[in-house]
């Protein structure tokens, strides 16, 4: 008991340690791609602005920035910044990047949720499905279906689904989170969600076909075992095998893979809200680099690095931890 | 292709998708730019004859700008893919032959890598090119290469296991040597192989960063500008400028990726028995 405590403890130290290093290392080179850039933050803010300013004023504001010191200085002062939790401030919003940051997860939380509750019961069910039923019918038409599902652009499917249920279909609102002129307090729960199944699903279909061929491959390896074999010569019917023998061999490492998969999530993410106009942290990053908004580019950037990173570390504590095949071989 | 083995059917594949690759980049080349200029008496036509993918809303006809933004996708999404085939192979086998220090670098760069979600990344890096065709290319090549090189580092770490390398580094032989004699030539197969599998990713994140605003500047033909265009008027009820590039998109990623599969199938030999 005492050395597993002991192993958890170094296991959480050592990952730990890898994840600061690791996101110091994102923090440097974003900052280092975004200084690079030709775009002159300073430019596109006074364009933002919508009035003339003055010289005189320009050089206040590129002071206040800093934007003349050596780069090196400048990161410098950033990171500082962020070990203070200060991320700097919005151009675009006029506000702390923190505060937004924090505003557009709680959307895209509820978003990656659904999408990911929702992929992961969609393949592993379908996954069961085809590798109970191999090379029959229902698995070759589910197998086609994945493959073409993993050839298609995101944002064309999230496209179609929007003309299909509603434009054509009317069931769904066509984008945002909320309804359009209710005031954000009145807006209920029901209509929340409401607005939310449309990207939800997109999302979800881009990310299921990875859990469904895997889950496959799994249950196909156990089905085809001895004791699976023994199981059947004791006269287990297939559901039983699937419950007795399949589910506690398959489950785990659908998981893992399942919180390997934030960076897809994120990544689809993006695209989805974009298409739904949904406002969250995927849009909020695609409108900062459209319109230069520097902090919050950076600032989302390591605020994505973090939650992957996030996921991949369960995903190993799981691997590592829960499953008492690895622990043997840890030990 | 029944009576036909798969070799000869994966050769078919080949022949057929080069046909097709070559036929859309000659077209994007050929068709003239007073083929996709617009006309605001034809302005968002259903398709029709005349016009099979119909209109935009300034009258351009959607079958030329599809072809030509699908020239654009073919050579941006091969670019890209080479090069990170490329990178992939450097890194792979600098990853598995090098020292212990080296090999936990190039993981931890992988890592690094891994760690931003790509879309982001390609954001990130096209910002910094200031956007354009050059940002887009760069940010798609640096950031697809990852799983290839780990597949690559284990195949080199795999191969450096087997007897007839020791044997030859017994016999003399220099390491740059068997690099060239009995690294590489096991290589090819699995380089190839990702080199085709990587296009379809390499397409659709083209497609996609465009799609954001990133990619191409919007006069530009490309799938993801038409795409982008299309979301202004999908609750008109203007449902073909959305769904038909998208659909040529799509069976052109399938292609490849029905002759990646292909291929796969017949270089790897644990399944060619399949």
Redesign the interface.
């Known amino acids: 008991m005492r050395n597993s405590v002991l192993r958890m403890l170094r296991i959480f130290l050592t990952s730990g340690a890898k994840l600061a290093a690791?996101l110091l290392?994102?923090s440097v080179?974003?900052f280092a791609?975004?200084s690079?850039?030709?775009?002159d933050p300073v430019q596109q803010y006074l364009l933002s602005l919508g009035t003339a300013v003055s010289p005189e004023q320009r050089a206040e504001i590129e002071a206040y920035w800093g934007v003349n010191e050596p780069p090196v200085q400048r990161c410098l002062s950033w990171l500082a910044g962020l070990l203070r939790g200060n991320l700097g401030e919005s151009a675009i919003y006029r506000r702390p990047v923190a505060d937004i940051i924090g505003e557009r997860f709680v959307n895209s939380l509820a978003l990656m949720l659904c999408a990911w509750i929702l992929s992961a019961v969609i393949g592993f069910g379908l996954g069961c499905l085809m590798g109970m039923h191999r090379d029959r019918l229902p698995d070759r038409v589910l197998k086609k279906l994945c493959?073409?599902l993993?050839?298609?652009?995101?944002?064309?499917l999230g496209?179609?689904l929007?003309?299909v249920f509603a434009?054509g279909l009317r069931w769904f609102p066509?984008g945002f989170s909320s309804p359009i002129g209710i005031l954000s307090e009145d807006v209920t729960v029901g209509e929340r969600l409401h607005h939310l199944i449309l990207p939800a699903f997109t999302l979800s279909l881009m990310s299921f076909v990875n859990i469904a061929l895997h889950t496959r491959q799994k249950l196909i390896d156990v089905l085809n075992s001895d004791y699976v074999l023994f199981a059947k010569a004791r006269g287990e019917g297939k559901w039983t095998i699937l419950r007795r023998h399949g589910l506690r061999n398959i489950m785990l490492p659908a998981l893992t893979l399942q919180f390997a998969s934030f960076?897809?999530l994120?990544?689809?993410s993006?695209?989805a809200e974009?298409?739904f106009s949904y406002p969250g942290l995927g849009s909020a990053?695609?409108e900062a680099?459209?319109s230069?908004d520097v902090p919050l580019?950076l600032g989302?950037?390591l605020f994505?690095?973090l939650f992957?990173?996030a996921g991949?570390m369960i995903a190993n504590l799981l691997y590592g931890v829960m499953d008492p095949q690895m622990r043997e071989v840890g030990e | 292709m029944r009576g036909m083995n798969r070799r000869a059917c994966a050769l078919c594949w080949a022949i057929l998708l080069a046909a097709v690759l070559a036929a859309v980049y000659l077209l994007g080349l050929l068709i003239p730019d007073e083929a996709v200029a617009g006309s605001f008496l034809h302005a968002k036509e259903a398709p029709s004859l005349a016009h099979p993918f119909g209109t935009d809303a300034l009258g351009r006809d959607l079958l030329m700008r599809t072809l030509k933004g699908l020239s654009v996708s073919v050579t941006v999404g091969i670019a890209a893919s080479v090069i990170s085939a490329v990178i992939a192979v450097f890194v792979g086998i600098a990853a598995a032959t090098g020292s212990k220090r080296l090999d936990a670098l190039i993981n931890w760069c992988i890592d690094l890598v891994m760690s931003v979600p790509h879309t982001v990344l390609v954001i990130l890096i096209s910002f910094a090119l200031g956007r354009g065709l050059k940002g887009l290319l760069i940010g798609i090549a640096a950031t697809h290469w990852c799983s290839l090189a780990r597949l690559i580092r284990g195949e080199v770490l795999q191969l450096r296991a087997q007897p007839y390398v020791s044997v030859s580094g017994r016999l003399g032989k220099s390491g740059g040597w068997i690099l060239l004699h009995h690294l590489l030539p096991h290589l090819a197969p699995q380089f190839f192989v990702g080199l085709v599998l990587l296009f379809p990713h390499a397409v659709l994140h083209e497609a996609s960063v465009s799609f954001l605003g990133f990619g191409l500047p919007p006069e530009q033909p490309a799938i993801g500008i038409i795409l982008s265009e299309s979301m202004r008027y999908l609750s008109t009820g203007m449902w073909w400028q959305a769904v038909l590039p998208g659909l040529t998109l799509v069976l052109i990623v399938l292609l490849v990726d029905r002759l990646g599969n292909q291929l796969q199938m017949l270089l790897d030999p644990y399944s060619a028995q399949e």
């Not at chain 1, 690079?36 to 775009?39: E, F, K, R």
């Open positions: 690791l290392a994102v080179i974003s791609l975004v690079a850039s030709p775009v493959y073409l993993s050839s298609v652009p995101s944002f064309w496209l179609v929007l003309l434009v066509v960076s897809e994120f990544g689809g993006v695209i974009n298409v990053v695609s680099g459209l230069s580019l989302i950037t994505s690095a992957v990173c991949n």
